[in-house]
């Protein structure tokens, strides 16, 4: 099994910054497409942005300019900077990705717990 765990969320005024973690941990095989994904109350989860292996990224359009991911591949980590908060940025982020079973060579999907951004007005 393979867990994600999510960190550096909480509550920042507008124009504020955030910088989120998400550690993989476990039977980690191989690690291929990484992201983050956020749910707004009564709104659907959406991807905020993604990251290759290699490295390449891509961004929501509500989002680009102010928000920049990372990803450290000996540390099976990611990173998401948000700077230029908006209230309309307030969800539960995401962490996702994507990986190769060592046992079967499947790739399957693994989620984290969700941590939550408040930004206020």
């Known amino acids: 099994q393979v867990q994600l765990v999510e960190s550096g969320g909480g509550l920042v005024q507008a124009g504020g910054s955030l910088r989120l973690s998400c550690a993989a941990s476990?039977?980690?095989?191989?690690?291929?497409?990484m992201g983050w994904y956020r749910q707004a109350p009564g709104k659907q989860r959406e991807l905020v942005a993604g990251?290759?292996?290699?490295?390449?990224?891509n961004y929501a359009d509500s989002v680009k300019g102010r928000f920049t991911i990372s990803r450290d591949n000996a540390k099976n980590t990611i990173y998401l900077r948000m700077n230029s908060l908006k209230p309309e940025d307030t969800a539960v982020y995401y962490c996702?990705?994507?990986?190769?079973?060592?046992?079967?060579?499947?790739?399957?999907?693994?989620w984290g717990q969700g941590t939550l951004v408040t930004v206020s007005s």
């Open positions: 476990g039977r980690i095989f191989i690690l291929n497409a």
């Open positions: 990251i290759t292996r290699g490295g390449t990224t």
């Open positions: 996702n990705a994507d990986r190769v079973d060592p046992g079967t060579y499947r790739n399957l999907e693994v």
